[in-house]
């Protein structure tokens, strides 16, 4: 069963191979966990239905395959991060990510961490099945396999979890000085350095917040709501837009948001400074859809149409300035 996996990734296996694959995934343990890896691997190297160099991406990606069969772990994670680099200077991916294996001394255990550049997206599967989808210029850190009485990771940037239940184990999301506690639900974690506040946003389940430094004084948040912390205080409120988790299929939606916010999140997107000359532009709201891929330019020049403003770029020092 485990020589269909490559297969399976590649997208060579047939329908009903397929679902006896993922039969199988549902009774072995150790199948499922090299699913897993496999596809987390496969976020390094993943193929966008619209790269030009499609044949060699994929004849690269089956090379690290055959690489994963005949090397020890340790081995292979040094070699993925190698082939990685090798497959993305030849295919255009939707995007790509750097995964480094760490050691934590204390505990022996590996720790992997997935970073996303600016102006990708990432998705992956953790050992025990939560999916995870990350935003641009965001960071997981996670184990290879969860121990202990708990299942802990964290984030820096922007993510959405969907969490796989066990109710013996919760699931601990830890970000600057916040923590989420869940046993199996959806939610959203918006918690970009600088960016003057965390937000988190339940789709599905229950979930608790609470502060590192007091987490006995906690706020369990109900389906459709959004808890805002800032300056040490947290506000509840019900979610303003529920199209904006398209984020994590490629679509950045604004509704009603002032040019003043779009601005604040283009920059954390795309790592790029905006710089505004006439502060009276950020008054202005916008409504709309924007794919990601089609970067920060298009964006920009999308919102001209409704609010007419001026743009230059200086390439150079990574610099947009913005005039009336």
Known sequence: MEEKLPKYFSGELGQSDTAELFNELEKNELLREEFVRMQNTYALTHLSKFSKNESEGRRSYQQFLQQLKTKKRQKVVRLAVQYAAAALILIASTFFATRHLLTDNSSNREINTLVVPAGQRAHLTLQDGTSVWLNA?????YPARFSGRSRRVTVSG??????????????IVS??????????TQFNVYSYPGAGCIKTDLIEGSLMV???????????????EQIVVKDGKMFLREIQNSDYFLWKDGIYTFENERLLDIIEKLQLYYDVKIVVKDPEIFNVHYTGKFRQRDGIDEILRIIQKIQRFNVQKDTENNIITITK
């Not at 210029?137 to 850190?141: C, I, M, Y």
């Not at 970000?175 to 199996?184: A, P, R």
């Open 175 to 184: 970000t600057q000085n916040m923590e989420m506690k869940v046993l199996g």
């Open 210 to 224: 609470y502060s590192k430094e007091s987490p006995k004084s906690s706020v369990t948040l109900k389906p459709k």
């Open 137 to 141: 210029q965001s960071t997981l850190t």
């Open 158 to 171: 922007e993510a959405y979890f969907d969490v796989a239940e066990n109710s013996r184990k919760p699931f």
